[in-house]
């Protein structure tokens, strides 16, 4: 993972305000929903809804938006449909970024990504630009204090994860797409508690950025989540 850290760009979202909690309830909300529409309302069998919902668990999404946003995407209520697109482009310093989005408004969604883009000092490129430096994996967060270092590290390479690395504060399983479930079921199993858990891409690489244009790229990812219609924003800076 060229010392990149999933745990690194999660923790600095850990205890933010209540309006970022209410943004991050309507975002997981429209994931269900996709998920839903594209593989029915079963968790069972439809992979994409089971990883939302545990986002939503993990974020303490209330039970009936989760029932809402089921409905909604098999068809049982009204409701705007929504897109999915992305975003590729590069931040101060020649920062790869790749930014996922779920809409029912293109113009507005472009519009509002090429504004953050642009006004922080990055611009955007083609689709497929920077996609090639990221590789999709599952990533799984286990606080220290509730597992032993080799133990998580045997039942996780056994059950299928690819790599398992300890940081101060937590250990951070990789698995493939495909061995991400399995993985987290038979922690689940064990009775280990997950601190977070999703499929995410991961660069191959990463840009070490100091000063302003650390800044300006911490102001640029923030602008980008503040995005109501911006689901996952993904890059490759290594910020001091």
Known sequence: ????????????????????????????????????????GDPVGNMRLKLALTKAKQNNVPKENIQRAIAKGIGATSGEGFEE?????????????????????????????????????????????VGWM???KGIIIVDKEVADEDTLMLLALDSGAEDVQAH??????????????AVSEALEKEGIEVESSEVSMIPDNT??????????????????????DVQEVYHNADMQ
Not at 12 to 19: I, P, S, V, W
Not at 168 to 181: C, G, K, L, Q, R
Request: proline letters at 2%.
């Open 1 to 40: 993972m060229s010392g990149h850290s999933k745990w690194a760009n999660i923790k600095h979202k850990k205890g933010k305000t209540d309006a970022l909690r209410a943004r991050i309830t309507t975002k997981i909300s429209k994931e269900i929903t996709l998920a839903a529409r594209m593989g029915g």
């Open 85 to 129: 697109m992305s975003y590729e482009g590069y931040g101060p310093g020649g920062v790869a970024i790749i930014v996922e989005c779920s809409t029912d408004n293109k113009n507005r969604t472009a519009a509002d990504v090429r504004y953050a883009f642009t006004h922080h000092g990055g611009s955007i490129g083609t689709p497929g630009c």
């Open 207 to 228: 840009v070490s950025l100091d000063g302003e244009k650390a800044e300006s790229m911490q102001k640029m990812i923030e602008a980008l989540e503040e995005i109501d």
């Open 168 to 181: 101060e504060e937590v250990y951070e399983i990789i698995t493939e797409p495909d061995a991400f479930i």
């Open 134 to 136: 990221f590789k999709k």
